[in-house]
């Protein structure tokens, strides 16, 4: 495809479910990253892929959270046992190399809503 | 980690007015990058500035880093109706690789 990616666009949940968010990046891109935005706020870093690996987890802020990526490609992020302060929009986004000020192409977001 | 501040949150003016928005941190930054957002949509990526004291032009947007690569703004001359969104600011800590954002300063033109 022409840019990024995510499914689903909505999602709403009850409370202690498992949600599994779905990221498809620009072929070619070797560095993906995940942020999650809460209503009217800015980004915040949750985890960053090089490849298929993910140096930098720091952002993730719980063990409920998790991600992985496979084949240089697709990546999901989990988030289990969901509680309502997880309600936010999930974006997505990917770059060419993952290198200093690299362009990062964001997909429309997950808005995940947990009640 | 560096926490960047935007100034001011919100803004709503009328068609043709000038405005300047500020992006702020008490830290150093290796590069800083300015997006904008649209509801319903992901940032898109507007510049990138990497060397302190850098201006670049892209149309009615002028973007500045400050000399000691803390700070940056963002001016827009002659507002229009088209350029309403959430502007985030994002710096790149220590030639790291990843960028921490800003809050945003969500733009309302008014026609």
């Known amino acids: 495809g022409a840019g990024v990616s995510q499914s689903p666009s909505n999602k709403v949940t009850e409370k202690g479910k498992d949600v599994e968010l779905r990221c498809d990046p620009i072929?070619?891109?070797?560095?993906l990253y995940w942020y999650r935005q809460r209503l009217g706020q800015g980004l915040e870093f949750l985890i960053y892929?090089?490849?298929?690996?993910?140096?930098?987890k720091s952002g993730l802020p719980s063990d409920r959270f998790s991600a992985e990526r496979t084949g240089e490609s697709v990546s999901t992020l989990t988030i289990q046992r969901t509680q309502q302060e997880d309600s936010a929009v999930y974006l997505c986004?990917?770059?060419?190399?993952?290198?200093?000020?690299?362009?990062?192409?964001f997909g429309p977001g997950t808005r995940l809503t947990v009640l | 980690t560096q926490l960047l501040e935007q100034s001011p949150q919100f803004l709503s003016i009328q068609e043709g007015e000038n405005l300047t928005v500020y992006c702020n941190s008490s830290?150093?930054?290796?590069?800083l990058q300015w997006y904008r957002q649209e509801p319903g949509e992901g940032p898109v990526l507007l510049v990138t500035v990497v060397t302190g004291g850098e201006v670049k032009k892209l149309k009615r947007l002028t973007f500045q880093f400050g000399d000691a690569r803390k700070d940056s703004s963002l001016h827009i001359t002659a507002a229009q109706p088209g350029d309403t969104g959430l502007y985030l600011c994002?710096?790149?800590?220590?030639?790291?690789?990843?960028?921490?954002f800003g809050p945003g300063t969500r733009l309302s033109v008014l026609p």
């Open positions: 994002a710096g790149r800590e220590n030639y790291g690789q990843n960028f921490v």
């Open positions: 892929f090089q490849g298929n690996s993910a140096p930098d």
């Open positions: 986004a990917s770059s060419q190399s993952g290198l200093a000020g690299g362009e990062q192409f």
């Open positions: 830290s150093v930054f290796s590069s």
């Open positions: 072929s070619g891109h070797t560095a």
